[in-house]
């Protein structure tokens, strides 16, 4: 095989997709916004009050006072309907009489779902309304292959403004204009990866970004049951599965949950997550929108009630059934498929659903075989497929092996024999037909389905049949001849079967991509918006990516979104062809779409189609990259004739009779290729529901004072913290804390506790060393404990009130609890046990921003350790009298490892750097948002796609520093600074920042 670096060896360009036509606010980058000021309150959400299980006609129950108020509706609405239709016709009159038609049905279907028995559950009467926290989200990181594989060709300084806004799809703005008008600004759409809550995450997307009715798909796959531990994932690169109770999991090695099925109030709480956040995936549903849950049997009839509440009866669509190539077991009958909910935000009999048949080709299974009975072998002759004749003349039965009817037969074809009357009598189509020496006559009622003589004079369709050969007689009727290559697809039907789970899965619970696929090619186009609530390994984003549909995805968890990041940056993907026909506009236009010109292919279904030629290139640079274009769709056949394209012909008897051109029918799954080319990931941003650091106070008067609303969460934290008191450290170590209680007096400190005694590994700290103390006197030290903000970061400030305290007190410890912190509060940790106590940062899980929902348990993984990057930054070795002739000085970075403080033995932990899961670094931190320049996967394989698909373009020595913990060299940026993102075993994101003049 010929090496592909070798001169003249095809060049395969990395370009990526771009949504030019499509736009969104400009979010709040995480370092720019400390003084954020554009706080909304809490939006208060609210379900119909009068739902009963029954219809109460008394002062007890609301459903009287809503059911009066219909009917007075439905009068109102009828007196105005008569006043109207007594007008003269106008087109103002007939709009308004359509409007109140709408809305009296509107009110008839609320009349009669008062008396309709409905899905009842602890806590449902109570929560009539709920309360979300209207948070902005925050842009953390901006991320782009393109970026990555283009630092790796060496950009320099002169070109970083277009390397940002080429490659990250991002257009730099001052910084005063990113603090004051963040969300007053327009940007170009970027799909984006969130962590937070989902139902804080659409919240926001509601009330920040008015992105309500503009949603087309929505793919939900949440918990499939409510079983504790039935899902969850032990480490970014391990996918272990175990289904074992409270007490199994402690002694499990190193298990950290992806997200925690551990419901407070059992199927309760899960019914009531489920509803809530159905209720604003609603919201965000376009007029033409589709959602799909996916789910078990286990709650399969629950999740379909809370549907057809939320959505109502007449959204329903229908429910498709996942069988799985495998079987999960049990003790009865072994269950093998899963169920997809479908439902539309309209009703479906209004028809605004936006809908595109999905064809799959036939195969010669038993299903086919048994409609198409029937050979027609090439001489002419006909016989039942189960008595074919062979070439000794014997007679084989080929339905058990019909691949070798065509070797034995080639050219052969199997039919069945359609019906050729209807229903109705009608002139021409009615009479007797002659054929084969036999008069037929369709029944009584009944005529032909096309003309037996002609008004005109023209070729009757009976009699063109019948010269095509179409026809096949019967004892007493004519039937049409089908054959089995007129149309050799079938539309999809709810049953799909043998998809199973993903393939080679990054994530234990990982979808199957033609699941998402096909939900997403039924109800989208190119450049729709598709949303996915429950991220997992990103396989919505990564569908919505491959087909050039726009994505926004979230979860709760680090995990996942770990997994779902690398997924998307080392993806590769075909380049389907744009519709060229549809002129491509400059980057500088985006703001103004033009209108699409007509399509170019004419006849009635030409509307239907993203048809068209590409445009003439010079080179592949220069391919159309805006998907909402429409892709390019053509007719091909093999050299055995064989339908290989995107159109194929729909041979029918309508077509045959009357000598038309067959109907053409659009694979949607089928767009040509551009050959030569390799698709990445296009740029995207992982954002938070986590703000920029601060005080808890942002001007105290008081140091340390805190407003009532962060009380009542410090006292959740606490009896989270009581119920869940067992911190997490690598290498299966925990730290156990008890006696957890609010502190008698104080300014900063949120809880104090004692540390459980561990003699195998307790020692006495230098502190306690020099007072004289013994290890037996100081087996269960006290410890200070600092709760950072519910929706924040946790500042350097904060941490140094907290401390001076604890030092004041005498504690023997502090614990730094938050969901962010600022990497100079972070610094300040790591480096306090050096001056005075020690201090200890432990990482809380985001899903406790859900409430009371999730189950706290002395296993559940919800505060852990985490480590800080240890890195070195050095200058690259240059040419003797390199720098004299003007050449720029290169910088390396190499990752050492992860170094984690055990607050028990108060030793240092190291992991080396070759054994994390993934690490970025920016190579010109502006200290606001962090862009991954390089993304580094050790010792996976993780690049591997990109490897192969890019042989020609990069040795193989540049993967293989992928793989590793040294960056490729590179100039000094305009802010002379690096950062360091580390994602550690458990998914969580630890920075360093270091600046390039302090590097000796």
Known sequence: MPDPRKKGAPRKNAQSYRHRDADLPARPEIGAQAHFKQAKPPTTYRYDSSLAPELCWDSQNPARETAEALIAQLSDLGLRISDLAAQPPTKERDRALAELRANITDARRRLLGLSGPFLNWAGKAERLSFDVPTLPLFVHERLSTAAILDTLKGHRRNKQDDFLNNLFGFRERPLADQVLRAYEHRDQWVNRLILGDSLVVMNSLLRFESLGGQVQMIYMDPPYGVRFGSNFQPF??????????????????????????????????YLTYLRDRLLLARELLAPSGSIFVQISDENLHHVREIMDEVFGTDCFICTIVVKKKGSQKSSFMDPVNDYLLWYGK???????????????????????????????????????????????????????????????????????????????ERKNQSLPFKFGGRVFTPPKGSCWKTTVQTDDGSVPGMTRLAETKRLLPGDSQLSFKRYLDDFGFIPLSNWWDGLGGASEPLYVVQTNTEIVQRCLLMTTDPGDLVLDPTCGSGTTAFVAEQWGRRWITCDTSRVPLALARQRLLTATFDYYQINASRAEQAPEDW????????????????????????????????????????????????????????????????STANNEPPAEEV????????????????????????PAAEGLDTEPETPGIQGEAHENYVGRMLEVLRRAPVLRLPGNKTVTLKNIRPPAKTLALSAEAVVAADVSRRTSSPAESQRGLTSAATEEPPVAILFGPENG????????????????????????IGFAIDPKARQFIESAGQIGIPCTYLQATMDLQMGDLLKNMRSSQVFSVCGLPDVKVSRKETQKGAEKQGEEVQWQVELLGLDTFDPVT???????????????????????????????????????????ALRAEFEDTVWDHLAGTTSAPFPAGEHGQIAVKVIDPRGNELLVVKRLEETK
């Open 236 to 269: 970014v690169r391990k996918r272990d599965v175990a289904h074992n109770d409270d007490a199994d999991l402690t002694r499990e090695p190193e298990m950290v949950q992806a997200y925690r099925d551990t419901w407070e109030l059992g199927l309760h709480s």
């Open 346 to 424: 309209s009703p479906r009999q209004e028809g605004k659903t936006k809908f595109k048949s999905v064809f799959v080709k036939r195969e010669l299974d038993l299903e086919t075989l048994g409609e198409f009975k029937l050979v027609e072998l090439p001489d002419g002759r006909e016989f039942p497929i189960s008595a074919v004749p062979n070439a000794e003349g014997e007679l084989v039965d080929y339905r058990t092996f019909p691949k070798q009817l065509f070797a034995d037969h080639p050219g052969a074809r199997l039919f069945r024999a359609n019906p050729l009357t209807s229903g109705g």
């Open 591 to 654: 703001r103004t779409p033009k209108a699409p010109p007509a399509p170019t292919r004419p006849g009635p279904r030409a509307s239907v189609l993203d048809c068209g030629s590409p445009l003439p290139l010079s080179s592949p640079d220069d391919l159309p990259n805006s998907p909402a274009n429409g892709f390019v769709y053509k007719r091909r056949q093999n050299a055995k004739g064989e339908e290989v394209g995107g159109i194929v012909p729909h041979i029918t008897l309508k």
């Open 667 to 690: 694979l949607v799954d089928c767009p040509e290729i551009v050959k030569g080319v390799v698709r990445v990931t296009g740029p995207f941003t992982f954002e938070a529901t986590i």
């Open 793 to 816: 970061a946790i500042s350097e400030r904060l941490v140094r009130e907290a401390w001076d305290e604890a030092g004041l007190k005498h504690y023997a410890h502090l614990y730094v």
């Open 906 to 948: 108060m030793e240092v932990d190291h992991l080396k750097g070759a054994d994390v899961p993934a690490w970025f670094l920016d190579t010109d931190y502006n200290g606001m948002v962090f862009r991954v320049r390089q993304a580094f996967f050790p010792r996976t394989g993780a690049w591997e796609n990109l490897k192969k």
